[in-house]
């Protein structure tokens, strides 16, 4: 007797994304690079000639094209081969009524941070999540770097001693100056309505904070911090400074800034032990760096050799040849493609819970930055884990 084991794609819908967005095509080239998914229907935009011609470029079905959301659930949900998971790459305000509704209607979700516009939102979304047996996936993408998992391992293994201080950084250029009137990614991240009430906190801050936590195995409990905005007229931060205190003793800094001329895209941390810091840079990602106590610093490459088995899985090419932002992209659509099909959790993988920690974080950061930097705790309020 023989058995049918061609695997199946996941059938991928996608909210946001249309011609001239950034991330959503991000999203595409991620989905696609394990051929684990297939893009199968949209609601790419709210503007509806557009909306149709990025379905008619992507070769989706014009009749899988919907004009919103709530079209596109409903459409899909009343199909045999309708959409199993949904994406959600449009700007802040949408995620939480998007994620909800999808939640509700039996689909699993991959939505882009920050998770929500409030910390409310927020929790009531992780109890959704909770109640509906699906999965949420939170594109903190750099989790996916090999490397940064690499790191998270070093740590957890003890190779550094306790953790004493976490240093993070997420500084770019690209806000330095007031951008011109048809930057789309400016106009909605400059817009409170749009962003909500954090700006570079939100939007690379929120980032930081994520890979802080994933990589140092601690969890932030109080914060001391001051936004502040470079270019006049903004009611939204463009930079951020922020002292934290972790949970299991460490101490940190986190410095986000849009407005720093030269810097690109300059992710990095060091996270320094008792015994041994190490030190990783979004703009370097094939090297991480150990540097022993009163030893020679190691550069530990991507090999897939030396890395764990489940992190070799995120590992496509022999080392030397470069890997980067897209690959770990797709980690997680491959990490979240593998839970689904052996009814697994990847322990790595951002979720629900990196939401809520990330909205309680902006929530604490914008009280003490009002409060003139008093020390404040991040809600500890018990949420269920979806
Ligand atoms: N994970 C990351 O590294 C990363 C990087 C960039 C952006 N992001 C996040 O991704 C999201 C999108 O950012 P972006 O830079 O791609 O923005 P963008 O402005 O380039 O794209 C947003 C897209 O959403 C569409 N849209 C807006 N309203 C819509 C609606 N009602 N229905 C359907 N589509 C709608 C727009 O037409 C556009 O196609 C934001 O939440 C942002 O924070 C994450």
Redesign the pocket.
């Known amino acids: 007797m023989t058995h049918d084991t061609t695997r199946q794609r996941l059938r991928l819908a996608m909210?946001?994304?249309?011609q001239g967005?950034?991330?959503?095509g991000v999203h595409r080239m991620a989905a696609r690079l394990d051929d684990r998914f297939e893009l199968v229907a949209g609601?790419?935009?709210?503007?509806a000639e557009?909306n149709l011609a990025t379905a008619s470029e992507l070769g989706v079905d014009k009749t899988r094209c919907y004009t919103?959301?709530e079209t596109l659930l409903a459409g899909e949900t009343a199909r045999k081969d309708g959409a199993d998971v949904v994406a959600i790459?449009?700007?802040?305000h949408?995620?939480f009524p998007v994620a909800m509704a999808a939640l509700e209607a039996g689909l699993h979700v991959i939505c882009?941070?920050?998770m929500t516009l409030t910390l409310e939102e927020a929790e009531r979304l992780a109890r959704t999540a909770a109640a509906s047996q699906r999965r949420f996936m939170l594109?903190h993408?750099y989790a996916g770097y090999p490397l940064v998992q690499h790191a998270r391992e070093l740590v957890a293994g003890g190779g550094l001693g306790s953790i004493r201080h976490v240093q993070v950084e997420y500084v770019q250029e690209w806000l330095s100056e007031t951008p011109a009137d048809d930057n789309?990614?400016a106009a909605?991240r400059l817009d409170p309505a749009r962003a909500g009430a954090a700006g570079c906190l939100g939007?690379i801050g929120v980032?930081a904070f994520q890979l802080a936590q994933f990589i140092s195995g601690q969890r932030v409990n109080q914060v001391s911090a001051e936004l502040s905005s470079a270019v006049p007229g903004r009611s939204l931060d463009d930079n951020v400074q922020a002292l934290l205190r972790f949970d299991g003793g460490a101490r940190g800094m986190l410095w986000a800034s849009q407005t720093a001329p030269g810097f690109e895209n300059a992710l990095s941390i060091r996270v320094i032990g008792e015994r041994a810091s190490l030190q990783w840079a979004q703009e370097t990602p094939n090297e991480l760096w150990l540097r022993p106590l009163n030893g020679p610093s190691q550069r530990l490459t991507r090999r897939d050799d030396a890395l764990s088995a489940e992190i070799g899985r995120g590992v496509r090419l022999p080392g030397g040849h470069p890997e980067g932002y897209i690959e770990a992209f797709a980690n997680l659509y491959q990490a979240l493609a593998d839970d689904l099909a052996d009814d697994k959790h990847s322990s790595w993988l951002p979720g629900i819970a990196d939401g809520v920690d990330g909205m309680r974080f902006i929530a604490a950061t914008l009280a003490s930055s009002q409060a003139a930097g008093v020390w404040t705790s991040l809600s500890q309020k018990e949420v269920p884990n979806g």
Do not use: C, Y
């Not at 790459?89 to 802040?92: E, F, G, Q, W």
């Open positions: 909210i946001g994304g249309g967005a950034f991330i959503g609601a790419f935009s709210s503007q557009r919103n959301h790459v449009t700007p802040n949408l995620h882009e941070k920050p594109t993408n789309r990614q909605w939007d980032h």
